[in-house]
C-alpha cells in the first residue's frame, strides 16, 4: 500500500459543454465583463503545470483519478447501483435505463431528463413493473434504484454500443440510438419500451396532472463490476468529496471514505493525505453566465482559502481538472510570478 508523505487536494470541476468550440470565447467575455473578474483563477492556472488527461468525460476521468485505470467506457451502471443501495453480482451485465421524456419536434424526438420529467417512487414502481411483464421473455429484468435511476440487468453483454445520457439532452435521440451488430434488437427494444410506457395508465394520470409523460428510457454506461479486491489494490486517494452517485458507488467499492461536497474549502478536513473533491456537473451546461457564476464562488469560496492554506504550509499540493487538462499548484510553482495572467482560451489551449 502506498505511503502518502504529502497532503494534496484534488478539485475536479464541472465540464464544458461538447461540440461548442466558441464557449471559451462567451465565457472569457463573461469573465471580463463580471463585477469580480477571475483575476485569482487565471493567475493560478498560468503558474500552474499542466498536463493533458488521458480521459475527458466526466466518469471515465473520476474512474481514472480513483482506481489509475483509463477506460473509455467505465462501468457506470454497475457501480451507481452500488450507491442507490444495490448489489449488482459480479457476473452480471448492468445497464443505466433511465426514464426520460421524449417530446416530438418537426420529424425527430427531442429528449428530456431530469426531476422536472421523472416519475414519483410509486410511478416508477408501476412503470418498471410493466416493462418486466413485457420482456420477460427477452431475459431483460429492469430495476428501480431510485425514481431517476433505473437499472436493466442482462443475461449476457450487448453487442452494441450506447451512448450516456448528459451527451443527448435536448438533442435529437436519431444521432444518438444504439449502434453494433444487435443495433436492430435493441432499437427495436427502445421502440417497444416507449410503446409501453406511453400506453401506461401512469402518464394518463401525468397528462391529466399537466405533468410531463415518463414515455421512455436511454440505456448507457453498460457493464460488469470490475474484478477488484483489498489485495488487488487501492486508491490514492483516502476521501472523496461527492455528491454523484457513480462516483459514490466507485468509492464505495474501492474502501475509500466518502463524504458530501462542503460549501467552502474551509470545511475540507486537511490532513497528511490526498483527498478528492468532485464538483456536479452543471444544470445549465451551454450557459456560459452560468459556468461564469460557478467559477466566481469557486474563486471566492475555494481557490482564496487554499492559497491561503498552501502559504501556511497546511497544504502541499493543490491539482484543479479542467477542459480537459490537469494544472498543478505548490508553493513553488505559486511563485512563478513571471508568468503573466491569460485568458481561459489560452489556458486551455
Known sequence: MRIVTSSRLSLVLPSLPD???EFLQYL??????????LNLFHKLLARADKMAMPVTDRHSLVFYLLSGEVQTSPPVAALRALADGLQPADEAYW?????????PDLDHLLLFSGESFSPTPAQARQLVEELNQ???EDALEFIVGTHEHWYLRCRQAPDVSFTPLD???ARNILHFLPVGPEQATWRRYLNEMQMQMTASEVNRQRAESA????NSVWCWGGGKLPKWSPEYGSSAFSRVYTQQAFSRGLARYMRVEVGDVPGSAGECVLDDTEQLLEFAELAERDDPQAFMR????????YLQVLCSDMKQGKLDELV?????????LNRKTMRRWWRRPRQLTELLA
Open 211 to 214: 405533468m410531463a409523460e415518463v
Open 167 to 169: 451527451k443527448v439532452l
Open 19 to 21: 461540440e461548442n468550440p
Open 134 to 136: 413485457l420482456f420477460r
Open 294 to 301: 460557478f467559477l466566481s464562488g469557486f474563486e471566492r469560496d
Open 28 to 37: 472569457q467575455a463573461c469573465a471580463e465583463q463580471a463585477s469580480e473578474p
Open 95 to 103: 445497464l443505466c435505463a433511465d426514464p426520460v421524456h421524449l417530446h
Open 320 to 328: 484543479i481538472y479542467f477542459a480537459g487538462q490537469r494544472f498543478c
